[in-house]
Nanobody
Framework: VQLQASGGGLVQAGGSLRLSCAAS????????IGWFRQTPGKEREFVAA???????????DSVKDRFTISRDNRDMNKNMVYLQMSSLKPEDTAVYYC????????????????????WGQGTQVTVSS
């Protein structure tokens, strides 16, 4: 399975962007899907994740009430996961990566970055002040 992240760009503070993560070479419906971000010189940071069945979602505290993760598993040929980002702040500037992790339970969404099965290539988000 290959993941393709898209939707990044340059936006002013307070603006919105929607990131998309698409799968090719297979389906990611059995996987929890998450978003991580990284800035130069810092470790990759967890942002949000959604369980394989879509029932459980987790966010890092700094994006709660501003970011929304969702997934569409209905079309097996068009598996997509989205990260809707609103009220963006300059500190949200980073390269955003989507990631897939296979858990024993389809309800799990706790992604720590150490057991990721697949990473996407990253998309740059820049928020200007």
């Amino acid at each position: 399975v290959q993941l393709q992240a898209s939707g990044g760009g340059l936006v002013q503070a307070g603006g919105s962007l929607r990131l998309s993560c698409a799968a090719s070479g297979g389906t990611f419906s059995p996987y929890a899907i998450g978003w991580f971000r990284q800035t130069p010189g810092k470790e990759r940071e967890f942002v949000a994740a959604i369980s394989a069945n879509g029932d459980n979602i987790e966010y890092v505290d700094s994006v709660k009430d501003r970011f929304t993760i969702s997934r569409d598993n209905r079309d097996m040929n068009k598996n997509m996961v989205y990260l809707q980002m609103s009220s963006l702040k300059p500190e949200d500037t980073a390269v955003y990566y989507c990631a897939a992790e296979l858990f024993a339970r389809r309800t799990s969404a706790t992604m720590e970055g150490r057991n990721i099965d697949y990473w996407g290539q990253g998309t740059q988000v820049t928020v200007s002040s």
